[in-house]
């Protein structure tokens, strides 16, 4: 079955440094995955997908399909940054996108 | 278009009371999916539909749950009855499946307590 794992629920970096936001995932087909992101008091919004390759706010993310892992990164954090993240795949069979667990990413100034 | 629209946005009701969340998508969009935010399991499927007809079910907690769409603009979730332990944010979600890599456009959730 289908399954997106985010390892961490909570992360925390300082403005500038790196993040890497982790996502593997289990899908025995090919896997059309997503991140979504949630700013506070705002609704859920789609961030990037793997597909097109795009880098939006500064993130990116690759798909490793020998690793099974689609993590999100960005070179420089910033303090708009902070956000609730998920990692999602959709299953192209039964059309329905699945979740991870969401990680909570706070950029300290 | 004003996006997925979600009623009502605050929901707190006392244990044993029947408590209705409802949704319209986006119009056009033919998926509509109904997931559950909580702290401890982030966000669950529940259930979604597809041309109005149920496809997957699989998600919803219990007998207690229930979900309807009875046309292509509305659908409803149905929780009957309501327990503490159903306190969560509710979300609605819509997208057009028929194009590949379409991405799912989400209401702003309603907050339910259940106390």
């Known amino acids: 079955a289908q399954r997106v794992t985010q390892p961490e629920k909570l992360l925390s970096v300082f403005k500038g440094a790196p993040v890497e936001l982790k996502c593997n995932y289990s899908?025995?087909?090919?896997?059309?995955l997503f991140w979504y992101v949630q700013y506070s008091r705002q609704r859920l919004q789609l961030l990037l997908r793997h597909i097109s390759r795009e880098s939006i706010k500064g993130f990116t993310a690759d798909l490793n399909k020998g690793e099974t892992s689609f993590h999100l990164k960005k070179p420089f954090a910033q303090e708009e940054d902070s956000a609730m993240y998920y990692c999602a795949l959709k299953d192209q069979g039964a059309q329905k996108l699945v979740f991870g667990q969401g990680t909570r990413l706070t950029i300290n100034p | 278009d004003a996006g997925v629209i979600q009623s009502p946005r605050h929901e707190v009701t006392e244990m044993g009371q029947e408590v209705t969340l409802r949704c319209k998508p986006i119009?056009?969009?033919?998926?509509l999916f109904w997931y559950r935010q909580t702290m401890m399991r982030g966000l669950e499927l529940l259930i979604y539909f597809n041309n109005n007809v149920p496809i997957d079910d699989s998600g919803m907690p219990e007998d207690r749950f229930s979900a309807k769409m009875p046309n292509a603009s509305f659908s409803t979730l149905k929780i009957q009855p309501s327990e503490p332990r159903d306190s969560a944010v509710y979300f609605c979600a819509s997208s057009l499946t028929a194009l590949l890599n379409t991405e799912a456009f989400f209401g702003q959730g309603t907050r339910l307590t259940v106390v």
């Open positions: 899908y025995s087909g090919s896997p059309e």
């Open positions: 119009s056009g969009h033919n998926s």
